[in-house]
């Protein structure tokens, strides 16, 4: 991942993130029977302790794309 850091006089004042991130999938909640048609999400936490709504095929051990500037479930890589 390539961040830009802008420095002033010695010290850092600007961060720039990549748009997306790719992130590995260490925790997913239980799918619910019957779910599947509705569109429903459930709560995954991501190798880096992040919390995202995704939708209920994502499991343990997938990777996942999130948008840097929402947090938001992006695609399953």
Same mark, same amino acid.
């Given at each position: ?24 999938? *260490?925790?997913?909640?239980?799918? =619910? /029977?019957? $779910? %599947?048609? +509705? #569109? ?17 095929? *994502?499991?343990?051990?997938?990777? =996942? /794309?999130? $948008? %840097?500037? +929402? #947090? ?6």
């Amino acid at each position: 991942m390539e961040v830009k850091l802008t420095f002033y006089k010695g010290e850092a004042i600007d961060v720039e993130l990549p748009t997306s991130v790719d992130l590995k999938v *260490v925790r997913a909640d239980m799918a =619910i /029977r019957g $779910d %599947t048609a +509705t #569109g429903v999400t459930k709560k995954v936490e991501t190798e880096s302790g992040l919390i995202v709504q995704c939708p209920n095929f *994502v499991n343990v051990g997938d990777t =996942i /794309r999130v $948008d %840097t500037r +929402t #947090g938001e479930y992006v695609t399953r890589i």
